[in-house]
Nanobody
Framework: QVQLVESGGGLVQAGGSLRLSCAASGRTFSSYAMGWFRQAPGKEREFVAAISWSGGNTYYADSVKGRFTISRDNAKNTVYLQMNSLKPEDTAVYYC???????????????WGQGTQVTVSS
């Protein structure tokens, strides 16, 4: 069992930066791949980024490639999403998730956090 709690969301102007954190409980955190997803009002949940259990492999949606960076610290049971050059279209609730493979499909993840709101003003 893994419990996930996101933090770090907020209101930022376009072009600004935020760093999201996702703290995990449970002793098996390091065995899971981790992903970040987001959901804007009226839209489906979409993949943002994922990282393998070791941190050696990362994957990004085309819409955030070059602007967002996912990382993890297994000693701290935490995964991060550094978001730079934010755009108004990045506005959404951001969720972290844990799963076996780090694929870009929500159905591949077993555990989810409650989400943190990110709002980017123009």
């Amino acid at each position: 069992q893994v419990q996930l709690v996101e933090s770090g969301g907020g209101l930022v102007q376009a072009g600004g930066s935020l760093r999201l954190s996702c703290a995990a409980s449970g002793r098996t955190f390091s065995s899971y791949a981790m992903g970040w997803f987001r959901q804007a009002p009226g839209k489906e949940r979409e993949f943002v980024a994922a990282i393998s259990w070791s941190g050696g492999n990362t994957y990004y949606a085309d819409s955030v490639k070059g602007r967002f960076t996912i990382s993890r610290d297994n000693a701290k049971n935490t995964v991060y999403l550094q978001m730079n050059s934010l755009k108004p279209e990045d506005t959404a609730v951001y969720y972290c998730a844990a799963g076996p493979a780090g694929l870009p499909h929500p159905d591949e993840y077993d555990y989810w956090g409650q989400g943190t709101q990110v709002t980017v003003s123009s």
